[in-house]
């Protein structure tokens, strides 16, 4: 049974913007070992079909069982939002309800926005998740598949990102959302944009807290064994595809946190 | 031999942009069968590493070649600037080299622009080409990462577009380039842009009228066989991820020409 306790947990994205939830993982559980896998021979996966990211994502889990992990969590929304179509034996926790379950927590005037991929739109995983815990909810998504590229091109705090982030926000703003989903791993790092456009009467739920909420609660209800605190946990950072700017990105998000060498892996 | 005469051509692209080539091969060549492969499964390729789209497209000339083709067009450019490193026996046409020719006949001043995806920008392919044809050839390269996502959002009438393309550009057109070569099979879809972003006194060079120009020489010369013209050519179209804008896409890019039901095709 020791040996059970000492398995990692597998985190998994279709690229870089798992490693926010990631990074909330690490800080939450200091003690735990951590693998984390980006798809990046395969990124984008929001605007592919459901059939081929249900591919993508039992092949990505099956290969973290390989690693010994001890749960999967699904970073990528629209991962998550197929995981009814995977099939597994593994423990999987998605970004989608427990996204949900925070908004539900928040909203005043039910009615909810979710900006996401194309993918994760077309799936209606959030608004399925939504009227589940409330009927009265409305629920209202936005694709936004301009988001990604442009904070991949680094251009976040640029007015042209300004300009697109208004644009997609403009019909849930006009139907009176109190509160908005950041429905893909990569939106958090646009919420000064997000924020200018929608004022500050508006809530902003992100993925990586609330999945942080749920493996407290699996770890205290003993769902999930915690590892014997004798030390720091580890973290191995794998990727599909190489790439120095993987590298230096992962230091740039994971910081002050140490990030190892990216070990390149071939999933197929 | 008769038989031989009879194989079609297999053209590959990482999506929809490479029937924009297509298109002007099956204008030019009424008479020869084509089967078009978009692997939209695993695009894009542009932002990847070259060891990674080079395995992509090792593979797929591989399945074109169990489809029985006489030669593979790689309209991809990404995939193009790859292609020393890829293993094949097939007859291989890349967009790369015909693309550099039309630019050297058409520069004055010598000063030749390049915008492109990251991955050909850093194989410098059309730089090496261009020099290779003339030694005094000052040519600028800028990757444009946001293009492609601007044209599959359906944006390439919109302001904020041309504000995006002026953005590249900038830096050609303050080095005074006279010849612009569009180093991705999406970007003739934004000519309009292109343009009023360079003026009239740059000339633009695409793909596929430069590819269309080789076969016919190399038909000519007897280097490719043609069919035998007893009837209009047909066409295989095939993808390897399901997707019904896929579809509806490639008729509004191949019109007025008909076009089949895709093909869904699994290659690993």
New interface residues.
């Given amino acids: 049974v020791g040996l059970i306790f000492s398995q990692p947990i597998g985190v998994f994205d279709s690229g870089l913007g798992g490693l926010t939830v990631l990074k909330a993982l690490m800080i939450a559980f200091p003690y735990e070992d951590f693998i984390y896998l980006g798809d990046?021979?395969?990124?984008p996966y929001g605007?592919?079909?459901s059939?081929?990211i249900a591919r993508y994502t039992e092949k990505n889990i099956r290969f973290l069982q390989s690693r010994n992990v001890k749960a999967v969590v699904v970073a990528c929304n629209s991962a998550s939002s197929v995981l009814p179509q995977v099939q597994t034996d593994a423990l999987v926790y998605n970004v989608i309800e427990p996204g949900a379950l925070v908004a539900a927590t928040m909203t005043e005037n039910k009615r909810i926005g979710v900006i996401a991929t194309r993918a994760t739109v077309l799936q209606k995983a959030y608004v399925q998740a939504l009227e589940k815990i409330d009927r009265e909810f409305q629920v209202y998504q936005q694709a936004c598949?301009?988001l990604v590229?442009?904070v991949?091109?680094g251009w976040e705090e640029d007015p042209?990102t300004n300009?697109?982030v208004y644009?997609y926000l403009t019909p849930l703003i006009s139907v009176q959302i109190d509160t908005l989903i950041l429905g893909c791993t990569h939106y958090p790092v646009l919420t000064g944009a997000i924020r200018k456009a929608v004022g500050n009467g508006v809530r902003l739920v992100d993925s990586a807290t609330a999945i942080v909420d749920l493996l407290k609660k699996d770890f205290s209800s003993g769902k999930l064994a915690p590892r014997t605190p004798e030390s720091t946990g580890t973290l191995h950072l794998l990727a599909?595809?190489?790439?120095d700017a993987f590298q230096a990105q992962a230091a740039r998000i994971l910081s002050p946190l140490p990030v190892p060498a990216l070990e390149v892996v071939d999933i197929?």
């Fill in positions: 990046t021979a395969r990124i605007s592919k079909s059939t081929t598949p301009l590229p442009l991949e091109e042209l300009l697109v644009r599909t595809d190489v790439s197929h």
